[in-house]
């Protein structure tokens, strides 16, 4: 299921196209109907993401809460700004630049999972041809360009469809769409979602409470002391309390792999035996990762590339990790043969060597 970072990008397009606008809600599959009635013509006030949970708010506080989950999917569309000339991807500091956008034209992007099947984090997605950086100018900053389509997930990627039907706004609904959102220039269809809802705002506050900090909603100070007391509290491995909700948000398979890495921390260690200044560095780290990754689209995890090492690396996911899905080939720092195995159905990824 998609991580953080890209959740964080998908509220971006929505302040960006959708905030203060008017909005049309429909259910064309029928299955979100009454829910969609209680948010058809209203304005939206605000987006947000929290962890791998997104939270739409409209006139009167009134919610609409999504999880994407496994096969949850956005498809954005509109008549927007073209950039042209893209953002240029961050560096390792998570700075980016800045590029125009021009040519105005209809565009469509799928933002959430990598295939119309819905796909898991474990599965493999093709190699994008655009990289994208920290201003989401348009729709087309997300890195769909014309007749391109956008599916986002653990790695965001591009792949070439044939004969876009771009004349038409709003396009027809593809698939079974949950919901439709639809104001005079832009359109996102959702479908297959774990969870799609209309809340009050008590409501989402008891969902954000069960949460762990988010790196970009909470506070850095706040965020480090929930999560080391969180984890201290735990004789749970380390590995498993990354991918607890409840602990921290955001992070997925990818991230834990590579955070556990980056820390050169064996996964199975229990979370309550952890030294503090570890556990810190942990929150840091994903600090870090997680504000490359918004603003590049990419789960990046490597840092001190060169020139063509980075361009690969944003251009192939097996240039772009350390430790994940490399089971069976040797470690970039030792040399020791990557590891798999299945932790709580989930797969695990680490150095036998260099993580104890």
Not at 292 to 313: F, I, K, N, P
Not at 321 to 334: A, F, M, N, S, T
Not at 341 to 353: I, V
């Amino acid at each position: 299921m998609p991580e953080g970072h890209s959740v964080h990008r998908i509220a971006r397009q929505f302040g960006r196209h959708f905030v203060g606008r008017r909005v049309s809600a429909s259910s064309p599959q029928g299955r979100f109907a009454d829910g969609a009635a209680l948010i058809d013509g209203r304005t939206m006030t605000d987006a947000r993401a929290v962890g791998k949970q997104m939270f739409l708010e409209f006139d009167d506080a009134v919610w609409l809460r999504v999880h994407l989950g496994i096969y949850g999917a956005w498809d954005f569309a509109g008549a927007v700004a073209s950039a042209t000339a893209r953002p240029a991807a961050s560096d390792s500091s998570g700075s980016a630049s800045e590029s125009g956008a021009t040519e105005p034209e209809m565009l469509t992007g799928r933002m959430g999972q990598t295939g119309m099947r819905g796909a898991s984090d474990d599965d493999d997605a093709a190699a994008p041809t655009t990289v994208v950086g920290a201003h989401e100018e348009s729709l087309a900053s997300i890195g769909a360009p014309r007749r391109t389509r956008l599916r986002m997930a653990e790695a965001e990627t591009e792949s070439a469809i044939d004969d876009l039907a771009l004349e038409g706004f709003p396009p027809d609904p593809i698939g079974a769409v949950r919901v439709r959102l639809l104001t005079d220039s832009a359109v996102a269809d959702l479908r297959g979602p774990t969870a799609c809802e209309v809340l009050d705002a008590a409501a989402v506050q008891q969902v954000i409470d069960r949460l762990g900090p988010d790196p970009l909603i909470d506070d850095a100070d706040a965020g480090e002391e929930r999560m080391l007391a969180r984890i201290r509290r735990r004789r749970v491995p380390i590995g498993l309390l990354l991918m607890d909700q409840s602990v921290v948000s955001g992070i997925g398979n990818v991230y834990r792999a590579e955070l556990l890495f980056r820390a050169r921390l064996d996964p199975h260690a229990l979370g309550a035996d952890l030294p503090e200044d570890v556990i810190r560095g942990l929150w840091r780290d994903w600090r870090y990762l997680l504000g490359v990754g918004v603003d590049t689209g990419q789960m990046l995890t490597m840092d001190g590339l060169d020139e063509e090492s980075r361009r690969l690396a944003l251009r192939n996911r097996a240039d772009r990790h350390w430790v994940y899905k490399r089971e069976g080939l040797p470690c970039r720092v030792c040399g020791t043969h990557i590891v798999m195995e299945l932790a709580a159905a989930r797969k695990l990824y680490y150095c036998p060597s260099c993580q104890v």
